[in-house]
């Protein structure tokens, strides 16, 4: 309920204002202001990582090898009888010492249970943790329940279908030793992007979000966690009272909980988690669907929290609203359009005044564009015509999902009842895809075969 109180004051003021102004001002002009801001805010957070990155030349951070906590590596696998072996088997292989791997089996009604079973009996540093059928549902509680079995100092989180580097621990370990460091996060790459446009486009929106990420940490901002490849320091975890299981986005609001305790949380792009795109649209919106309502909720949780925190840092507080930002611009971007239409159509408002939202919207576009080609560029060592026409279908592909689930998930959290359904994210669509491939080579080759003998005949 105080969601839905706090979102409708929002949104209730923002129309208030677009709507009443509008008559004695140009709005416009505050959209614009607020994109402007937006681009100056990269623009900073560019230059910090710049500077740092020169400064790290000139004194290279000096590795402590004597910081070698023991690691719990965490594997929640619901349904993933198709990929969880090859994950672990893929882990295992971490050139670090000591860690171990709990897999988790959550209510699975495949033969994951079976399967990671017969893995626990194969490796030593395998353990099998089957979740009983009425265990509380959710990433979160599949967590907290086997934190309770990890022997580990720091915790590492992946998904079920994570693959990752030998080096991968000893790259971003060093990253946690700091005292006032809670977790770090790793770069996540879409291992099958050339599948097709949608995990083309989901590995660029990952680059973007790799440039946004390092800049929020080159200014100690508010870096957040993305679930797959994170790292926790338990002593930060038990502060916080581990991950929370009223919410259906566990690394978002882990993140905020940690600013709020004042933790501190840093992103090593050098090390990378590799996981599966997505290859079909619907799918895809439910995922991107259950991200959006998970961070505008976290926010509107700890909105209190946050404004009152004599923990978290000033800096921190202020990448916060900038990041806030994010999702203030296309609500107030698609209201102005709403208003400014139903003005026109009553008459009240000359036709024309439409055509200076369309303009703004082009300029949101070209941010769009721009920070998208300029992370192909820096992080994917593309080609500028290649960057250029990735940067281009990317910013499309960002307008088309996340326009409309910012209408969606507003309308949803205001008039709709709150439930946990997660939106589970399917995984080894790659093999059966392959495999149907392979099925259908095959049997053409027999086609072809056959016809060849009925010819000889």
Request: charged share 25%.
């Amino acid at each position: 309920m105080k969601e839905r109180v706090l979102l409708f004051a929002i949104v209730f003021g923002l129309g208030v204002f677009i709507y009443i102004f509008q008559s004695y001002f140009n709005t416009l002009w505050g959209l614009a202001f607020l994109v402007a801001a937006m681009a100056l805010y990269a623009m900073f957070t560019s230059l910090a990582y710049k500077i740092k990155s020169r400064q790290m030349q000139k004194y290279p951070q000096i590795i402590n090898e004597n910081f070698k906590p023991f690691v719990s590596v965490l594997i929640p696998a619901h349904d993933e009888e198709s990929v969880i072996a090859e994950t672990v088997e893929n882990i295992l292989q971490m050139d670090y010492e000591p860690f171990e791997i709990i897999v988790i089996d959550d209510r699975s009604v495949d033969n994951t249970a079976s399967v990671i079973k017969d893995l626990e009996k194969k490796y030593d540093k395998v353990t099998a943790f089957i979740r009983p059928k009425d265990a509380f549902p959710g990433k979160s509680a599949v967590l907290n329940d086997a934190l309770v079995y990890a022997k580990g100092e720091a915790i590492l989180v992946f998904d079920a279908d994570a693959r990752v580097e030998k080096d991968f621990l000893k790259k971003l370990v060093p990253n946690l030793e700091p005292k006032d460091v809670g977790a770090v996060q790793a770069r996540k790459v879409i291992r099958n992007k050339d599948e097709n446009i949608l995990t083309r486009c989901q590995n660029n929106e990952m680059t973007m979000d790799t440039h946004f990420q390092v800049g929020r940490d080159s200014v100690k901002g508010a870096v957040e966690l993305r679930g797959n490849g994170e790292l926790i320091k338990r002593t930060a975890l038990e502060d916080i009272g581990g991950w929370n299981n009223y919410t259906i986005t566990d690394d978002l609001d882990m993140s905020t909980r940690l600013h709020i305790k004042g933790w501190d949380v840093r992103f090593c792009k050098d090390a990378i988690v590799y996981e599966e795109g997505i290859i079909y649209l619907w799918p895809l919106y439910r995922q991107r669907r259950r991200w959006l309502e998970g961070t505008i909720r976290r926010y509107l949780e700890y909105a209190g929290p946050v404004l009152t925190s004599k923990d978290m840092s000033l800096r921190t507080s202020l990448d916060l609203v900038a990041y806030i930002s994010q999702f203030i611009m296309p609500a107030w971007f698609i209201m102005e359009i709403l208003i400014r239409g139903f003005k026109i159509l009553a008459k009240d408002a000359p036709p024309h005044m439409l055509f200076s939202s369309i303009i703004i919207g082009c300029v949101i576009g070209i941010g769009f564009f721009t920070a998208a080609r300029y992370s192909l560029r820096r992080y994917d060592n593309m080609s500028r015509l290649d960057a250029f026409n990735q940067a281009f279908e990317t910013t499309i592909y960002l307008f088309l999902i996340w326009f409309p689930l910012v209408l969606f998930i507003g309308f949803k959290i205001l008039f709709m009842k709150k439930d946990m359904n997660w939106g589970k994210t399917a995984h080894g669509l790659v093999q059966r895809e392959h495999a149907i491939q392979k099925a259908k080579e095959k049997i053409r080759l027999a086609k072809e075969e056959l016809k060849k003998l009925l010819l000889t005949k």
